[in-house]
């Protein structure tokens, strides 16, 4: 079983910044794709941003610009840094993990953390 453990939310004023964490622990050979989702009262989950085992990111067209996703592939840890940040950013945000195998030749599962909430506001 894999675990998803986020950090690093809070309470923030507009145009401030946050960095989110997300470490994944468990069995785990490789991870395809991590990632950051967010959910704010009342909408469904959104993607926020992902990075893949090979690097390669996507964000949403909300935080392009203000939003760097990286990761430590040795820590199997994502982290989120969160600039300029907006009354709309507030959300719960989850971290994801997708295609995560215990071996070379395991299916590959995916995994959600309990989420972490984030509230811009002054």
């Known amino acids: 079983q894999v675990q998803l453990v986020e950090s690093g939310g809070g309470l923030v004023q507009p145009g401030g910044s946050l960095r989110l964490s997300c470490a994944a622990s468990?069995?785990?050979?490789?991870?395809?794709?991590m990632g950051w989702y967010r959910q704010a009262p009342g909408k469904e989950r959104e993607l926020v941003a992902t990075?893949?085992?090979?690097?390669?990111?996507n964000y949403a067209d909300s935080v392009k610009g203000r939003f760097t996703i990286s990761k430590d592939n040795a820590k199997n840890t994502v982290y989120l840094q969160m600039n300029s940040l907006k009354p709309e950013d507030t959300a719960v945000y989850y971290c994801?993990?997708?295609?995560?195998?215990?071996?070379?030749?395991?299916?590959?599962?995916?995994?959600w953390g309990k989420g972490t909430l984030v509230t811009v506001s002054s």
């Open positions: 994801n993990a997708a295609g995560v195998r215990a071996t070379l030749w395991a299916n590959g599962r995916d995994y």
């Open positions: 468990g069995i785990i050979f490789s991870i395809n794709v």
């Open positions: 990075m893949t085992r090979g690097d390669m990111t």
